[in-house]
Nanobody
Framework: QVQLVESGGGLVQAGDSLRLSCAASGRTLSSYAMGWFRQAPGKEREFVAAIWRSGVTYYADSVKGRFTISRDNAKNTVYLQMNSLKPEDTAVYYC?????????????????????WGQGTQVTVSS
C-alpha cells in the first residue's frame, strides 16, 4: 500500500506561484509513474501533469510552460511548481501514483491509470 499526502495549497493572487508537494509513505516512489490531477467545483477531474521514473514529463496544454512536475526520490516526494497562476487554476489538486512499473506513455493523461490517490489540497487563485 502507498499513502500519498499533498500539501502546499492555499489562496494566492493571479500571477503568483505555489509549489505543491506529494509525500509518499509505505513504499518508495522511485519506480512509479506519478501524476497530478485537479478538480474544480462542478467539473470533472482533469489531468495536469505526470512524470515517469526516467524523468519524462507530460503536461496538459492549459498548464504547459507555467507548471513543472518534478520528483525527489531521496525524499520520496513529487512536486508541482505552479507559476503565473490564473483564476481558472482554482481547484482541488490531487496526487496519484501508478505502481505497475510499466511505461504507459500518453495513457498517463487518464485517471484510470493510477491506483493510488491522495486526499487533495485546495488551490484558490483570486483575480
Amino acid at each position: 500500500q502507498v499513502q500519498l499526502v499533498e500539501s502546499g495549497g492555499g489562496l494566492v493572487q493571479a500571477g503568483d506561484s505555489l509549489r505543491l508537494s506529494c509525500a509518499a509513505s509505505g513504499r518508495t516512489l522511485s519506480s512509479y509513474a506519478m501524476g497530478w490531477f485537479r478538480q474544480a467545483p462542478g467539473k470533472e477531474r482533469e489531468f495536469v501533469a505526470a512524470i515517469w521514473r526516467s524523468g519524462v514529463t507530460y503536461y496538459a496544454d492549459s498548464v504547459k510552460g507555467r507548471f513543472t512536475i518534478s520528483r525527489d526520490n531521496a525524499k520520496n516526494t513529487v512536486y508541482l511548481q505552479m507559476n503565473s497562476l490564473k483564476p481558472e487554476d482554482t481547484a482541488v489538486y490531487y496526487c496519484a501514483a501508478d505502481d505497475s512499473g510499466y511505461y504507459r506513455g500518453n495513457l498517463y493523461y487518464a485517471s484510470t491509470v493510477y491506483n493510488y490517490w491522495g486526499q487533495g489540497t485546495q488551490v484558490t487563485v483570486s483575480s
